[in-house]
């Protein structure tokens, strides 16, 4: 399951996180968001050794350009509070797991 993350939350859940943390910046209104969603959880659940957060850019909108998110879907894995991996746009699953290797 996804923690949802914000300016006040997203510090101590992503980037002070003894995980990595997959994060998906996304909006309600965004098509390929909302596709990505299931496969993104999905993908979560067959991977214990990672977390799943969600950053909705509408209500967020400082995160977004503070990690220069111009386009969504983005994904990216945090990895000891730098991020280590990202894509742009609706990938499949087979993708997204090549981010966590």
Same mark, same amino acid.
């Given at each position: 399951?996804?923690?949802?993350?914000?300016?006040?939350?997203?510090?101590?859940? /992503?980037?002070?996180? =003894?995980? #990595?943390? $997959?994060?998906?910046?996304?909006?309600?209104?965004?098509? *390929?968001?909302? !596709? &990505?969603?299931?496969?993104?959880?999905?993908?979560?659940?067959?991977?214990?050794?990672?977390?799943?957060?969600? /950053?909705?850019?509408? =209500?967020? #909108?400082? $995160?977004?350009?503070?990690?220069?998110?111009?386009?969504? *879907?983005?994904? !990216? &894995?945090?990895?000891?509070?730098?991020?280590?991996?990202?894509?742009?746009?609706?990938?499949?699953?087979?993708?997204?797991?090549?981010?966590?290797?």
């Amino acid at each position: 399951m996804a923690i949802a993350v914000n300016g006040e939350n997203f510090e101590q859940v /992503v980037l002070k996180s =003894e995980k #990595p943390v $997959l994060v998906d910046f996304w909006a309600e209104w965004c098509g *390929p968001c909302r !596709m &990505l969603g299931p496969v993104i959880e999905e993908l979560a659940g067959e991977h214990p050794e990672i977390e799943l957060a969600k /950053v909705n850019v509408d =209500e967020c #909108p400082e $995160l977004a350009m503070g990690y220069r998110v111009n386009a969504i *879907p983005a994904v !990216m &894995l945090f990895k000891d509070g730098k991020v280590a991996a990202q894509t742009v746009g609706y990938q499949p699953k087979e993708s997204l797991e090549a981010l966590l290797k």
